[in-house]
């Protein structure tokens, strides 16, 4: 059985000088969460420069980072972290998997060590409730050892079927959830789809137009159009109502094909107009596409603020350039506004 006890139930500081909970997440923007593996000399080295060019700089530990290398990049990243000072940009780490060898030390290492610049532990892997409440609990006890008094926050990978079906109680976990990420790789995986992809469409799944009748009767020698659909779609739909009920954040997530910038901006932007705030880069040229496209348009946010004016005091219905304009798409202007504001903020 998971996620049996209510949250308030279990979130507790551990000790005295643990830090509160909080929350509220804190609105930060977080468009582009870019991967760097610690291990990688030629890599750690560009870090210092990537600061404040993107929103999130996230010192990876788990998938991608060699067997042998797990200490070197444990040690590599509380390196950068203690000589970097990171500005606006938040520092996140991706420990390993619960059920790795790794994942304890990881943590006992890095809170000490570095506990006061990180902002986000994404936790992969993450099954239902009770893993978050492990993660929480650990975290709870380095945080009081190390005297911190800024609680580090949660932020889960969905790529398992099950963390798919408990997504609700995932996000509900603890007051430190900040987001979710889909990782459609492990994911793909774990339910068996035949993609051998890490995120993105598949030139297989698709759907053919009818075809074209004469006289009643199908004519199966026309040719006819195919329409690629999104494998993505469903998962990413349920993360964002599960992150919406319980406020806090969900992102898109790896796209592997580097070379491909444009069906990678595609799939962002779909997730963008879902309801993602974000995604992650897997090579610098994907913090571009991130910044543009989880960011509104000039125009979107110009049309919004002329709703906004143009509703009063939100209620009834106005006529804008002939559409219908109300208290529900003056909420929707607002969200475009507020993002444009924490941008620019
Ligand atoms: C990311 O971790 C993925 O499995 O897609
Ligand atoms: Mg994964």
Redesign the pocket.
Known sequence: MTGSRPAKDFFRPLAVGAPEPVREVPARPSRAIHFFDPSNAKMAAKVPDMVGTVDVLLGNL??AVKADNKVAAREGLVEIAQATDFGPTQLWTRINALDSPWVLDDLTTLVPAIGDKLDVVMV??VQGAEDIHYIDRLLAQLEAKAGLDRPILVHA?L?TARGVANVEEICGASPRMQGLSL?P??LAADRRMKTTRVGGGHPGYLVREDPPRVDGVANLEASRSTYQQDLWHYTIARMVDACAMHGIYPYYGPFGDISDVVACEDQFRNAFLLGCVGTWSLHPKQIAIANRVFSPSTEDVAHARRVVAAMGDGTGAVMLDGKMEDDASLKQCLVMVELAEQLAA
Do not use: F, Q
């Open positions: 788990e998938d992969p892997k990978i790529e990782g790789a492990d």
